[in-house]
Nanobody
Framework: QVQLVESGGGLVQAGGSLRLSCAVS????????MGWFRQAPGKEREFVAG????????RYADSVKGRFTISRDNAKRTTYLQMNSLKPEDTALYYC?????????????????WGQGTQVTVSS
């Protein structure tokens, strides 16, 4: 079994910053891709950012480019999402996910394991 646990969410004013963390435990995954997704009330889950095993390949949704940065520490089995210049439209439940595929994908169906989510609320 593989478990993913997100942390770091909270309430922040517009323009502020948060750093989300996703800790992986359980069975070791080989060279897995990590992704962050989010889902706002009444909306579909959407891709936010992804990173491959080495960290050499990253991918971002257009809506967060230049504001969010994804990174990972494989020794700690933890992936991070640094979120700067937050906007009210960033408010959502943020999920991390792991994929056994080698290429960073933006489709949720290509991810095999999911966390329970951490809430991010940005006030105007």
């Amino acid at each position: 079994q593989v478990q993913l646990v997100e942390s770091g969410g909270g309430l922040v004013q517009a323009g502020g910053s948060l750093r989300l963390s996703c800790a992986v435990s359980g069975r070791t995954l080989s060279r897995y891709v990590m992704g962050w997704f989010r889902q706002a009330p009444g909306k579909e889950r959407e891709f936010v950012a992804g990173i491959n095993w080495s960290g050499g390949s990253t991918r971002y949704a257009d809506s967060v480019k230049g504001r969010f940065t994804i990174s990972r520490d494989n020794a700690k089995r933890t992936t991070y999402l640094q979120m700067n210049s937050l906007k009210p439209e960033d408010t959502a439940l943020y999920y991390c996910a792991a994929s056994a595929r080698a290429v960073v994908a933006d489709r949720a169906t290509l991810y095999d394991y999911w966390g329970q989510g951490t809430q991010v609320t940005v006030s105007s």
